[in-house]
Each structure stands twice: as C-alpha cells, then as structure tokens.
C-alpha cells in the first residue's frame, strides 16, 4: 500500500449493512485508482463487520476501523485522522459515487490550482418531497438541497486541515458549520456537475430526524 494515495475517501457509517455494498462498489469503479477508502464503523451491530471485510479481502486498497458509537461528526474526524491521501472527500454509506466523480474533482483543481476545496455536484435520487430541508438561518422554511453544503460533496486539499481541524458534534448542520470556517481561510469553488448520488429516502437521515424533533 502506498504511503500516501491521492485520494482518501473517508465512508462512515452505522448499522447500514445493507446499503454498505453499493457505496462500496461504486468506490471500486472510480476511473482513477490512487486511492485509499477510510471506513469508521461508529460502533454498528449489524453485518456491517461482514460487508466490509468481504470487500477488503480483495481490495488493500479499504482500511477499516471500528469504534464505539460516537456519531458523525467524530467519525468523520476519526477518518480525517487515519487518512493520508494528498486529497480528501467523503462517500456516505447510502450514497454512490459516479465513476468519473474522483476524475473530474482532480482534473478541476488540476486547472484552477489557487482553490483549496469542491463542494456541491450531485444527483438527488428518491421522492421529490425530499428535496427540502430545513434552512439553517430560519428553521421556519425549507430550502432545496441544492442551496445546501452537503460533506459528501466536499473535496478538499491536506492543507485545508492546517486550519479546519474537523466537524464539530452539534445538533444539525455540522457540514455547513465545517463549511464556514473553511471559506474563512481557504479559497471554495461550488462544482456543478452531478456525481455525487445522493439517496433522499434512506432511513436514519440525520436531517429527517432534525426535521421531526422540531416538529414535536
């Protein structure tokens, strides 16, 4: 295994054993092959152990480390801290990649090589209904996830980490909160094109919870 991959693509999951496989295969099919995929079980009781391991056997290219359950935001951390690839982004365990969406994130920094971090360029999948969340700034509305930050599009140099040390555990919007201070230090560029599959009707969505616990 190399020392440090072009890419680390952190995946965390919990209790998603059953969507584990196309998240995973859809890491083996990206276009370009330096990289490393960083998986933080944060502490599931499924088959999630299982799913995983019959993927590493075949591919060193997966790292796997489990921990008791913590949450996202330290899990994500977690995987921020194991990584060592020049090039960091995220795949959630419900979500795909397309098989171009390493290539063209790279191809773009490659051309544009005063900006830092890629946010933004995905393919909602699931009802319609489930395109709105709420608006951080106004709990009140809804806006569309297109006008979200949403942390599986990131895609981000090393350095970024040199002043953004991680996600901050907090009740919702821990992606637009990592967000924020990295615009304060780093140049960002929203990328449009969609290869990030985002799934809208995965149970357990940290969104769909928020929405119902400020609906009570």
């Not at 680390?8 to 209790?15: G, K, R, V």
């Not at 944060?42 to 299982?50: A, E, L, N, P, V």
């Not at 790279?106 to 900006?115: A, D, E, H």
Request: glycine letters at 6%; one cysteine or more; proline letters at 4%.
């Amino acid at each position: 295994m190399k020392q440090h991959p072009l890419v680390s693509i952190i995946l965390c999951t919990y209790n998603r054993a059953h969507l584990l496989p196309n998240a995973l295969q859809s890491v083996l099919m990206q276009t370009v092959p330096d990289w490393e995929l960083v998986i933080i079980d944060d502490g599931s009781i499924d088959q999630t152990r299982k799913v995983v391991h019959q993927f590493k056997c075949k591919d060193n290219r997966i790292i796997y480390h489990f921990q008791e359950n913590k949450g996202l935001a330290k899990a994500r951390n977690a995987g921020l801290r194991c990584s060592r690839g020049h090039f960091i982004c995220f795949v959630d365990s419900d979500d795909e990649l397309r098989p171009e969406h390493l290539e063209k994130r790279l191809l773009f920094l490659k051309k544009n090589p005063f900006i830092d971090f890629l946010h933004g360029g995905m393919e909602l999948i699931g009802p319609s209904e489930k395109q709105f969340v709420v608006d951080l700034n106004d709990p009140s509305k809804k806006i569309h996830l297109s006008k979200c930050h949403v942390g599986g599009t990131f895609f981000f140099k090393r350095r970024v980490l040199s002043k953004v040390k991680g996600f901050r555990a907090i009740p919702f919007g821990e992606d637009f909160d990592f967000f924020q201070r990295v615009e304060e230090h780093f140049a960002v560029k929203k990328v449009r094109y969609p290869t990030y599959q985002y799934h809208l009707d995965s149970e357990n969505r940290l969104c769909d919870i928020y929405t119902k616990k400020l609906a009570l």
